[in-house]
Structures are given as structure tokens and as C-alpha cells.
């Protein structure tokens, strides 16, 4: 399988402001970067929301301590949920 590119928000926002000042149309400007047109409009529409923090990485399937597991399965057994 192969490793998904990470770009800095730095990076995004570069490539946001090439796609911006006419460096080429979506698909192209998708293709130099080897991403799907989906993400440009995705990174775009974040960055319009949250302006960079919407670009930052972020960390998902964030994993949980098994002491927080427990605690949670003993709360559901309990009734606390």
C-alpha cells in the first residue's frame, strides 16, 4: 500500500495559493502534487473556514490508555454511561 503524502500547512497553503494565482486548473494543479481534486477542495474549504489552523496536520485514530478502556468499560458494566 502505498504512504499518503503529508504536506505542512505551510505547503498546503502554498499549493492553495499556486491553484489561487492561476498555476493551473484543479486537476492539474492535483496532479503536479499527486493528490485527488477532492483533497484541494477539501484543504481549500478548511482554510476559508479556519483559515491555517484548518491546514495544520492532524492526528487521527487517536488511541486510548488501556486505564481510560477499563474505566470506560467498567462505567458502561456499572451504568455510569
Known amino acids: 500500500m502505498a504512504k ?3 504536506y505542512s500547512g ?3 497553503l502554498a499549493i492553495l495559493e499556486e491553484l489561487k494565482t492561476g498555476g493551473g486548473t484543479l486537476v492539474e494543479v492535483a496532479h503536479k502534487y499527486n493528490l ?4 484541494l477542495r477539501a484543504w481549500r ?3 476559508e473556514l479556519y483559515g ?8 487521527k485514530n487517536n488511541r ?3 486505564e481510560l478502556k477499563l474505566q470506560a468499560v467498567q ?4 451504568g455510569k454511561y
Open 10 to 12: 505551510a505547503e498546503k
Open 52 to 59: 491555517m489552523e484548518g491546514l495544520e496536520i492532524r492526528i
Open 64 to 66: 486510548y490508555s488501556p
Open 75 to 78: 462505567d458502561y458494566l456499572s
Open 45 to 47: 474549504h478548511q482554510y
Open 4 to 6: 499518503k503524502n503529508e
Open 36 to 39: 485527488h481534486k477532492k483533497t
